[in-house]
């Protein structure tokens, strides 16, 4: 079964973490969320619009090798806190130089900047481009796929978002059931 890991910072759009963790588990993919340690060490973790969620994990206790992909949230305090938080940073990195998939939406994709591991082709939320590399924003896209890199663009694109990435990790079949049995058909 492949397994997701979902880091979760105060500040994350909770709108974004719901549909990726849904839609992850609904297309068969094990998922784990994971807090902050550090200032907020605390399983419980409050989004950007007051909405708190449980965290399955701490990051520190997060093994690499035990997952096939690192999916990031937006949210700019979320983000924010990613790109700053050096377990956060290493853990992507990790990622990355294992050849796993790193995939980040909204804002985030901002965290995968700071880490060195976004890929020259990226979209994200209108503006979070002019902190990161304007010129290579795919701004006509929902999700952009460029090599193990998936971006997408905010809240309205997170069920297209976690479709695509159940499509990479599990298949065209588990995509299509779960596409079809949500509705979302406008992905």
Known sequence: ??????????????IEATSIIDILRRGGVEVHSAYLPGEFENDLVTGANGITIQANISLKNVVVSEYDIVVLP??????????????????????AEQ???VAAMCAAPYALHVAGV???????YPSVEEQIRPADRIADEKVVID???????????????GL????QLVGQESYEAVRNGTLSTFC
């Open 147 to 161: 090599g193990k890199v998936i971006t997408s663009q905010g809240p309205g694109t997170a069920i297209c978002f």
């Open 164 to 167: 695509e990435i159940v499509r």
């Open 118 to 124: 976004l890929s020259p082709r990226y979209t994200c």
């Open 1 to 14: 079964m492949a397994r997701a890991l979902v880091p979760l910072a105060e500040g994350f759009e909770e």
């Open 99 to 101: 050849g796993k998939w």
């Open 74 to 95: 937006g949210g700019w305090g979320g983000t924010n806190r990613l790109a700053e938080n050096p377990l956060a940073q290493s853990i992507i990195k990790s990622f």
